[in-house]
């Protein structure tokens, strides 16, 4: 038994051998790590620099796109449509010709007006005769102040008479017009709601067509109050800027204030302001949903990429590269504008302030510059 134990004993004692030969390097490297020196190590980062430029003062919203005007086209008197003279959905000019009604009863009425127009102004004539003659026979004794004075008593009857039917006529010429139907503004027409044949009526409810104004278009949004004295600054100096943009295509539209509402919604806080865009390509189409980004104004300040501001209980804060090392510099964000954050107190400009690989740093670690990532 004592020489079985002393051969297991052996045996024991030469697999541990075996094992910490084997593995010599893991734990030398070990012992050489835990001596080497912490602030030999130098952490490759992403730098960028602190600028200083104009940044604009921007409010984020959500608008709807509205005709500046709009006309439900409908007929002014009872009769039928006889022509339709554009397409669906057409672009349409002011003083285009869109509808053709029956006008051959009016047509009539007009004869009638001017042959009552010409009878009486016959009358007149005989009248303005037999007043002049009056006149003449009067001077001579050869007749009455009576019968002069019937004469031009029935020449201004008849004189009368002739304004009358003259404004019967001319009301007739206006009834007239009302036959052909013309754009008041050059716009977008909707599909027709009647055709060749159709009876139509002042008193009916669907209109023949809807125009719509294109070109320009208004942008109605609302904003918070606090930026409402700012806003009023800005569109006195003339310096507003609105942004509408269609989500999803990327396609947007510029233009200005127009207005701003004369309250402000006392349960929301917020107030309503209308921008106006030229449009010219008609991009924005009445009825749709827009993000849009009202400019106040622009500010000169100091900016960062917003990846460098890093937070701790104490506060905002960037690692700050001095002497090939990175120190914390605690920084005040007021905002942020298209991945920049503007940096209120703390930075001055033109500091190298590290983007990338700050969770490897401390207050003090060595740092070199690396090649920015593909697509940072």
Do not use: C
Request: charged letters at 20%; a positive charge.
């Amino acid at each position: 038994m004592n020489k079985r134990n002393r051969i297991v004993v052996a045996a024991l004692l030469g697999v541990v051998v075996v094992g910490g030969y084997l593995t010599r390097s893991s734990w030398m490297a070990d012992g050489a790590n835990v001596q080497a020196p912490q602030g030999a190590r130098v952490v490759a980062v992403e730098i960028a620099r602190a600028e200083r430029k104009a940044v604009p003062i921007d409010v984020d919203a959500i608008g709807m796109v509205t005709p500046i005007s709009s006309v439900a086209l409908k007929s002014r008197l009872e009769t039928t449509i006889i022509a339709v003279h554009f397409q669906d959905g057409a672009r349409v000019e002011e003083g285009q010709l869109l509808f053709t009604l029956d006008a051959r009863q009016i047509d009539a009425q007009i004869e009638q007006a001017e042959g009552n127009l010409a009878r009486d102004q016959a009358q007149r004539a005989g009248a303005e005769r037999d007043l002049k003659r009056f006149g003449d026979l009067i001077g001579k004794g050869a007749t009455t102040q009576v019968n002069l004075d019937n004469a031009k008593t029935q020449f201004d009857i008849l004189s009368g008479t002739i304004k009358a039917a003259q404004s019967a006529l001319d009301n007739l010429k206006v009834q007239k017009s009302f036959t052909t139907i013309r754009a008041p503004f050059a716009g977008r027409i909707s599909a027709a709601n009647v055709k060749i044949g159709n009876f139509v009526r002042p008193a009916d409810t669907t209109p023949l067509a809807t125009i719509n104004q294109m070109a320009p278009v208004y942008v109605s949004f609302a904003v918070p109050q606090r930026v409402l004295a700012e806003l009023r600054d800005a569109i006195a100096a003339d310096t507003t800027r609105v942004i509408a943009t269609i989500p999803g295509s990327g396609r947007s539209e510029a233009g200005k204030v127009a207005m701003v509402e004369n309250s402000v919604d006392s349960t929301t806080g917020m107030v309503t302001v209308r921008g106006i865009m030229d449009n010219g390509d008609e991009t924005l189409w009445p009825g749709t949903l827009v993000t849009t980004k009202l400019i106040v104004r622009s500010e000169t300040a100091v900016v960062v990429p917003t990846v460098a501001v890093q937070r701790s209980q104490t506060g905002n804060f960037v690692f700050v590269v001095r002497d090939g090392a990175a120190h914390v510099q605690p920084v005040k964000v007021e905002r942020t504008y298209q991945g920049l954050s503007v940096i209120a107190d703390g930075l001055r400009g033109g500091e190298e302030v590290v983007t990338d690989g700050q969770l490897l740093l401390s207050d003090g670690t060595k740092v070199e510059a690396r090649a920015r990532k593909a697509g940072a």
